[in-house]
């Protein structure tokens, strides 16, 4: 990944400054010295960081810190500022400013700071990853699950169900917003549940259950080969 970072400041001398410093550290670099130009370049460019005077020409560092959400929302912002101003700088933390940094800026201060920042846009870069891996196994189990010639359907801890797929609707005649919330002795009557809750207990427990049923379905008579498996989160809590 190529860490870009934009630097916001019409003091063309600190933003020689800052570029030394930074183009060492191998960063991306792109200068701006309003916030107009700074959201021309933040729409082309998506920057990872920016650097943002304060005071601007054009505008102030605040109102540009707010536009840049809008524009660039993944860019994490830090702000510039000498010492008078930095009653304004705690409010642009308020306001979702990653950090201050005071003028003149230390090259240690600043180095370290990227470092930090870097460091928070790779763990939520692993995490939106992690998100996404989860939707598309979601999204691959629901796929199965709804084209699937078995009945599938599961449950929460207090055996009501959460899920039935097409087949589980076709066999019992029933709709699938019928089942959902809803327990065996609710849908099927407690000579049913007292069967089924007592498999499904030991299922909470972390067995998993084999058998045959007989239940009458459809004023007919129909023979149920089950196999329940017990559902961990990712701590291991069976759900």
């Known amino acids: 990944m190529q860490k870009t970072i934009m630097i916001v400041d019409d003091d063309q001398a ?8 930074l183009s060492e550290e191998g960063y991306h670099l792109l200068p701006a010295n309003t ?25 102030s560092g605040i109102n540009l810190l707010n536009q840049l959400k ?3 929302p993944d860019c994490i912002c830090a702000l510039m500022t000498a010492f008078a101003d930095v009653d304004s700088a705690v409010k642009a933390l308020e306001m979702g400013a990653f950090h201050y940094l005071q003028k003149p800026v230390r090259p240690v201060e600043l180095i370290n700071l990227l470092k930090r920042v870097f460091e928070t846009i790779e763990i939520r870069e692993e995490k939106r990853l992690a998100e996404d891996r989860l939707k598309e196994s979601e999204k691959r189990f629901r796929t199965i699950v709804e084209s699937a010639q078995d009945a599938i359907f599961l449950k929460d801890a207090q055996l009501r169900y959460t899920l039935v797929n097409p087949m589980m609707e076709r066999i019992y005649a029933i ?4 089942f959902i919330g809803r327990s065996d002795e609710e849908l099927f009557g407690a000579k049913v549940a007292a069967r089924t809750n007592e498999t499904e207990s030991r299922v909470l427990q972390g ?3 084999e058998q045959e049923d007989i239940r009458w379905v459809a004023q007919a008579q129909k023979t149920f080969h089950s196999i329940k498996v017990p559902l961990a989160d990712s701590a291991g809590k069976i759900t």
């Open 14 to 21: 600190m933003t020689d400054n800052l570029q030394d410093i």
């Open 70 to 72: 809008r524009v660039s």
């Open 175 to 178: 709709r699938a917003g019928d």
């Open 35 to 59: 916030c107009a130009q700074a959201l021309d370049l933040a729409a082309r460019h998506a920057p990872h960081v920016a650097l943002l005077d304060l005071k601007l020409p054009d505008d």
């Open 207 to 209: 067995e998993i259950v």
